[in-house]
């Protein structure tokens, strides 16, 4: 079984900050890629950033140059600092990891922590 701990979402104000956490723990072997996707009200999931155990990042067009993904391999945690945030990044977001346990190659979610961008 293998959890994952998302923190820092809450209400901020159109250009502030908010600096996304998300911990994995139990059943690990190796963990692979992690990231964070986000869901808007009536939108679909997508996806904001990734970053492999590597340290190669992607990034969704929409937060290029304000999102910056890092991740502590140590402690299989992965951030997201989120800055000039504007309102339409208003979603939930979710932590998503791709890694190996007992059960094989695995993929697990968070279970989502609430940002909101608004004056």
């Known amino acids: 079984q293998v959890q994952l701990v998302e923190s820092g979402g809450g209400l901020v104000q159109p250009g502030g900050s908010l600096r996304l956490s998300c911990a994995a723990s139990g059943s690990i072997f190796s963990i692979y890629t992690m990231g964070w996707y986000r869901q808007a009200p009536g939108k679909q999931r997508e996806l904001v950033a990734t970053i492999t155990n590597g340290g190669s990042t992607n990034y969704a067009d929409s937060v290029k140059g304000r999102f910056t993904i890092s991740r502590d391999n140590a402690k299989n945690t992965v951030y997201l600092q989120m800055n000039s945030l504007k309102p339409e990044d208003t979603a939930v977001y979710y932590c998503?990891?791709?890694?190996?346990?007992?059960?094989?190659?695995?993929?697990?979610w968070g279970q989502g922590t609430q940002v909101t961008v608004s004056s």
């Open positions: 998503n990891t791709k890694l190996t346990n007992t059960l094989g190659y695995r993929n697990y």
